[in-house]
């Protein structure tokens, strides 16, 4: 009687007793009937799992008699929730955290048993729970409510929910990771606030019709979070290849955790949402100034790159991009940095860029070298923001397939300026530089199979004329890119400098294909005229000359074969010329000039293996080492006052009828070296003055006379036509004059042929062009008549009763759609 006194009749005023009646009686020493007539059965069933004493725990089988309710009622989960949350939340007030705890697991246990389509109702009530305990000031109810919050988010809903929204989750989770508690609390709350927001994005994610989580204010503060803790640690200044352990029980570590979830958040974007993602952290990273050093963005780039669907990864590295473009005013460290992590996750990237998406990154970065040459702040830490772009430009191509690099090749080939005049400003020689290391640069990632799919005509032409530049260091770059994509049997460490025992170096020389020798012998002559060409400039030092020496052997040693020995000789004796009667070149090139000259001789020897070839090469070699030991290698940029010229010691040049009786020896046929050189090099009675003429004058050359011999040879295949007399037909020596003749007037003449047509054609009406280009027969004609004229002399010879009173067919005239 006194339980029920004290329990429902304690309060003095009646009002205060009829509340107190219509209230759940919470002390379970309380028997009142009246009590439990007027509550009703749900919120009795919730009474009874709290015990007394919150040390006791929950009690299990009236949690299961609820259980069973909510299943049988489920309209009534709404209000057992919020029957839940007003006791949960009276119980924070009053700091009563023990039965706030048991209010938490009863409703953890009713949201994981009860699946319906009244859930949704519940839920409301469970968040409601959830946000009463994150803003609790209390860590234990804090971590309680978020690793509820985890097990909410792992469950499939049936039914969305319109109205549900997560800013207050995200903005307390978010603030969470920056706990900065005292001690052990710090971490966990951490580790909780890490939790609770990849919580938030797999619920979040997974349904489209929910509350957009990849909008810009949940991501200004996810992302910057997660890398708040991941920056705190010390892994990812480790090596790569490091054999430190990673620590197993990371779910407790923030740093590790927060990189779990930044994988994971970034594997969820689908190509809209990636960029989502990426602006926090650049921002991020410009706010906090972790770009110098950049260990920790690079780890962090190498997170996203490898965690984004694979084709996708064009857009890191195209953000990546157009940041460096809005840091374009900022220091050339910060910009370094940026493209030091760009070549450090480009690669990543090539493998899945196809298309315009590789030009577009290729011409981007040589817009940003372009733009550096212009910035005269700071040369040294410029030098080494060119280097970084060089280094990604190069890792980029380094993993696209061989005909991009080509392409590559090629697209920076056309971005080179010209003409290559010497009065060119310090900008553009500069820009001239990086662009061909650049191109070296993708060089040495390709790997050439046939020199003909290497060197197109349209990557060969302008190359060469860039062989030719004023400056000497622009032609050393040359020279390396040709032995770069030139050599394929890694004979150039052995070929880098002259040397006369080539026995010793053992090269790597296998048979040349078809293909290759078709390449050479339609490129061969106009690349030895400008590897000629640039010996003769007196700009040249040891290492542009060694490097010519260099392209030659290379050259030589990939595409074997006696025409290309014949070439090369003929090449040998051109340059000997030029040394001997150059006037523009000093003394110590004319040195150098002879001792390659008898370094290539040594080797064509060699690989002839023509045994008297050889045997005059070693005869050369050892008359010049005991007379004049400064016409061989080493080369040297000064020699000594005293050296003598080569044109003094003639018995020490090499002599041109000499190498043809052993080329005749030894089975080959020296015809074309005998003849008369395009270099120069003095073969019998010609001057050594003689004018060189290029491989293209030649070609066109060579066009003219085969016309001239159109006529010849219609004559001898015609019957009846008499031929023309010696002196009127065209003889070798009148071929060898059109071949090496050519008058300043003619050329005139040409160029105001060429002019008057490039005139005419920009000029003239459509009319006109069209009549000036109709093909005209009058000379096919007279001379198809003037052959059967002849026929018809010899059938004159023919009885009267043969002939014909008709006109014969061969005199008419062929229609005009015959002749087409």
Not at 181 to 188: L, T
Not at 417 to 445: C, H, M, W, Y
Request: aromatic letters at 6%; one cysteine or more.
């Amino acid at each position: 009687m006194a339980n029920i006194v004290k329990c429902c009749f304690n309060p003095t005023n009646i009002s205060d007793i009829v509340e107190t009646v219509v209230q759940k009686c919470t002390d379970p020493g309380c028997c009142c009937g009246c009590c439990s007539a007027l509550r009703p059965r749900y919120k009795r069933l919730v009474d009874n799992i709290f015990p007394a004493s919150p040390q006791e725990g929950l009690i299990k089988g009236n949690l299961e008699k609820l259980t069973f309710y909510s299943l049988s009622s489920p309209e009534k989960l709404d209000r057992i929730g919020d029957y839940l949350y007003q006791k949960a939340a009276r119980d924070i007030s009053r700091k009563r955290y023990g039965f706030v705890i048991i209010a938490m697991e009863a409703m953890d246990q009713l949201l994981h048993a009860c699946h319906s389509q009244q859930l949704n109702l519940f839920v409301e009530s469970y968040l409601k729970m959830i946000q009463k305990l994150l803003e609790s000031t209390e860590p234990e109810l804090q971590i309680l409510a978020t690793l509820s919050f985890v097990k909410f988010a792992n469950i499939e809903e049936d039914t969305p929910s319109y109205h549900r929204r997560y800013d207050f989750f995200v903005s307390k989770f978010s603030s969470m990771c920056h706990s900065g508690a005292q001690g052990d609390n710090r971490n966990r709350i951490r580790v909780a606030g890490i939790q609770g927001l990849q919580a938030v994005v797999r619920k979040t994610v997974s349904d489209d019709l929910v509350e957009n989580i990849w909008k810009p204010v949940h991501m200004d503060k996810i992302v910057p979070s997660l890398l708040f803790n991941m920056q705190e640690s010390s892994f990812y200044l480790k090596e790569p290849n490091s054999t430190d352990i990673i620590p197993e029980d990371h779910a407790n570590d923030p740093p590790m955790l927060a990189e779990t979830c930044l994988r994971e958040l970034v594997t969820r974007a689908s190509f809209g949402h990636i960029r989502a993602v990426l602006r926090p952290v650049l921002k991020h990273f410009d706010l906090h100034k972790l770009w110098v050093p950049n260990q920790f963005a690079i780890h962090t780039f190498r997170i996203i790159i490898f965690s984004i669907q694979a084709q996708y990864s064009y857009t890191v590295v195209e953000s990546l991009m157009a940041h460096l473009d809005e840091n374009s005013k900022s220091s050339p460290k910060i910009r370094t940095s940026i493209v030091d992590v760009l070549s450090k996750i480009i690669a990543i990237a090539a493998g899945e860029s196809v298309g315009p998406s590789v030009l577009e990154i290729i011409n981007s970065l040589l817009s940003h070298l372009k733009d550096s040459v212009k910035n005269p702040i700071s040369q040294a830490e410029e030098k080494m923001y060119q280097e970084a772009l060089i280094n990604a430009l190069g890792e980029f191509a380094n993993h696209l397939p061989d005909y991009q690099k080509i392409e590559i090749m090629m697209f920076i080939m056309n971005k080179i300026p010209f003409p290559l005049v010497e009065n060119r400003s310090p900008a553009d020689n500069l820009l001239q530089s990086i662009l061909l290391k650049s191109l070296l640069k993708v060089g040495t990632k390709y790997q050439t199979i046939q020199l003909n799919n290497t060197f197109p005509v349209s990557f060969l032409e302008p190359l060469l004329r860039m062989s030719l530049a004023p400056d000497p260091e622009m032609r050393l770059l040359v020279q390396k890119i040709l032995h770069t994509l030139i050599d394929r049997h890694s004979n150039l460490e052995k070929l880098t400098k002259p040397i006369v025992n080539v026995e010793k170096i053992q090269l790597t020389i296998e048979k040349t294909s078809r293909p290759d020798l078709i390449f050479i012998n339609k490129h061969g002559p106009v690349i030895y005229d400008a590897l000629y060409t640039s010996l003769q400039m007196d700009s040249n030092g040891v290492e542009n000359i060694e490097a010519v020496y260099t392209t030659l052997a290379l050259l030589y040693v990939e595409l074997s074969s006696t025409e290309t020995a014949i070439d090369i000789l003929q090449l040998i004796l051109g340059i000997q010329s030029l040394a001997l009667n150059s006037t523009v070149l000093t003394n110590d090139l004319k040195h150098n000039l002879h001792s390659i000259v008898i370094s290539l001789l040594a080797l064509v020897a060699d690989e002839l293996a023509i045994k008297e070839l050889k045997d005059y090469s070693k005869k050369l070699v050892a008359a010049r080492k005991q007379d004049a030991p400064h016409l061989l290698p080493d080369l040297l940029e000064r020699y000594p006052a005293n050296c003598e010229l080569a044109n003094k010691l003639p018995h020490l040049l090499i002599d041109q009828m000499a190498i043809c009786e052993y080329l005749k020896a030894g089975g080959l046929d020296p015809t074309r070296l005998a003849q008369t050189s395009p270099y120069g090099a003095g073969a019998p009675g010609t001057s050594s003055g003689m004018q060189r003429h290029s491989w293209v004058e030649l070609s066109a050359r060579n066009s003219v006379a085969e016309l001239g011999n159109v006529e010849i040879d219609s004559a001898n295949s015609s019957p009846g036509v008499q031929k023309k007399l010696p002196e009127e037909a065209l003889t070798f020596e009148s071929m060898k004059k059109v071949l090496t003749e050519q008058t300043d007037s003619k050329k005139e003449q040409e160029a105001e042929r060429r002019e008057q047509i490039s005139h005419t054609f920009r000029t003239a009406p459509f009319s006109e062009l069209v009549r000036k280009t109709q093909p005209k027969h009058d000379a096919l004609q007279s001379k198809l008549n003037e052959i059967f004229k002849s026929l018809s002399v010899n059938e004159g010879h023919r009885s009267p009763t043969d002939r014909k009173n008709n006109v014969p067919v061969y005199e008419q005239n062929f229609p005009e759609l015959f002749v087409h």
